[in-house]
């Protein structure tokens, strides 16, 4: 993060986000995409910071990266 806001370059803040989305790294996540202001997908990211359970929160993250089939299977 301290490398992104000294370059202060989107395409190492949009790498930022890949993998810490990638990586459920959810306080990463939320810095690069205000950055970037991609409010739509910073509005989900505080959205699953606020739910109670880490199963519920991986559950969100696999829709979030389109895998319905693994958000079930999390939650079963």
């Not at 970037?36 to 829709?63: C, I």
């Amino acid at each position: 993060m301290r490398l992104c806001r000294f370059v202060g370059n989107k395409a190492l803040w949009a790498a930022l986000a890949a993998m810490s989305l990638d990586a459920a790294h959810l306080d990463s996540a939320e810095v690069s995409l205000a950055a970037l202001r991609m409010t739509d997908k910073l509005h989900f990211v505080q959205h699953v910071k606020e739910v109670p359970s880490r199963e519920g929160q991986a559950a969100e993250m696999a829709m979030m990266r389109r895998r319905p089939e693994e958000a079930e299977r999390v939650l079963l």
